[in-house]
């Protein structure tokens, strides 16, 4: 986010080139957002279905994992709201708002709990600074409308709870906390400059208790767990001292 949304925002300095950035952008998702729609109807569901990425021939554009497919649509989605928004007065505003809306919906079948929290993040800040133009413009929608938009929130809130209450996603939380505890622990042994960059998932393999109770080891969890293990507290305050 930092090198592909913040970097450009510093960069590109005149409306025109702005333009012409947040078009490429919303391309890309509208993009992505076919590619995951594919998905649904290509990809055998592996318990819960989900829009996951796939491989073209020997190519992997967006990797194997469903959270991969969400990361770049959660970066995307609000330029591609600023767009829609900015051509409001032009024709074309009606096919940019269905952009945006595929760009949601494939976000959200992706399953990632992540996606779901940065989504919601996103919408609570739009809501609060536009709250007032947001207001308005409810207020002006037929009631038939404001019917359907209550009953697809409705099925989307239903959905993500009965998701969020089933035993895939505690095993998934399960394991997530066993990782951080797992991790805590190697990071007590040498708390300064930790272990080298790039050794979580070999130290991870080698701890018996996790792989016996889930398998094979993936990446942390979590950035802060990662650097902790891998660059000790120096490097952790050090990156954090790059963002700041």
């Known amino acids: 986010y930092v090198a592909y949304v913040v970097m450009i925002g510093r960069l590109v300095t005149t409306t025109a080139a702005w333009l012409r950035v947040a078009k490429v952008l919303f391309g890309v998702g509208l993009a992505i957002s ?18 996951v990425p796939f491989p073209l021939g020997v190519f992997t554009p967006l990797g194997v994992n469903h959270n991969q497919l969400a990361e770049p649509l959660v970066a ?15 024709r074309a505003q009606q096919w940019l708002w ?36 947001v207001f308005i413009k409810i207020k002006q929608l037929v009631p038939e409308f404001k019917v359907a938009l209550l009953a697809i929130a409705v099925a989307v809130v239903g959905y993500m709870t009965y998701f969020l209450t089933s035993n895939i996603v505690s095993s998934s939380s399960t394991a997530r906390w066993d990782v951080t505890e797992i991790t805590l622990a190697y990071a007590s042994v040498k708390p300064w400059f930790g272990y080298g960059p790039g050794t979580f998932v070999e130290l991870l393999t080698n701890s018996y208790v996790y792989t016996l109770e889930y398998g094979e080891a993936l990446d942390a969890r979590g950035l ?9 507290l120096f490097g952790l305050l050090a990156f954090v001292s790059f963002l700041g």
């Open 76 to 90: 995307i989605i609000p330029i591609a709201v600023w767009l829609a928004w900015y051509y409001r007065h032009h």
């Open 34 to 51: 076919v590619y995951g729609m594919v998905s649904l109807f290509l990809v055998p569901p592996q318990g819960w279905v989900r829009a």
């Open 224 to 232: 802060i767990q990662k650097m902790l293990v891998e660059t000790g």
């Open 98 to 133: 269905w952009g945006v809306g595929a760009m949601i919906a494939v976000c959200l079948l992706t399953l990632s709990r992540a996606a779901w929290l940065g989504l919601s993040v996103q919408a609570a800040i739009v809501l609060w600074v536009y709250r007032r133009e």
